[in-house]
């Protein structure tokens, strides 16, 4: 019975690693804050990158944030996903319960090669936010005319 223990724990240390190995490749768990009041917390926005050919595309939560509110800084290796929530009652209101908290974020993921900071784009859409990131001319295939 004490084997089978050890072979559980083993798993889940090599699933760990294998968790912590992915964080270092896609920005690390570091580059993924939030931050309420003074504390900060390691939760959104929860991301996918996918590669798919000529670009990688990023979707992230963002439930609850307009445009306005998301902001995209894009370098020639990475892109930084930021943000703010603030809750503010009307004016000429004061608020009686807040429940929903002011919080701000920021998450970075970089990439395995070169892409072109200049052609991303963005939407938020259904508290999704979509970013297609091109990779670089450089790095795309050229067709070569054959001389016959």
């Known amino acids: ?10 798993a889940f240390a090599e699933s760990e690693l294998f968790r912590r190995q992915l964080d270092a490749w896609f920005g690390g768990a570091s580059s993924r804050q939030v931050v309420r009041g003074q504390g900060t917390w390691n939760a959104l926005p929860d991301a996918t990158l996918l590669d798919e050919g000529t670009e990688y595309v990023i979707t ?20 930084t996903i930021s943000g703010q929530r603030k809750n503010n009652a009307p004016e000429g209101y004061a608020a009686h319960r807040i429940e929903r908290s002011s919080f701000r974020f920021a998450r970075t993921l970089t990439f395995p090669v070169k892409v072109d900071p200049d052609r991303v784009s963005a939407e938020v859409k259904a508290g999704v936010l979509t970013v ?3 990779k670089s001319a450089e790095l795309q295939p050229r067709r070569v005319a054959v001389a016959g």
Do not use: F, Q
């Open 1 to 10: 019975m004490r084997s089978s223990w050890v072979d559980v724990d083993r």
């Open 60 to 79: 992230a939560e963002v439930p609850g944030l307009t445009p306005e509110e998301v902001a995209l800084d894009a370098t020639a290796s990475g892109i």
């Open 132 to 134: 297609r990131v091109p």
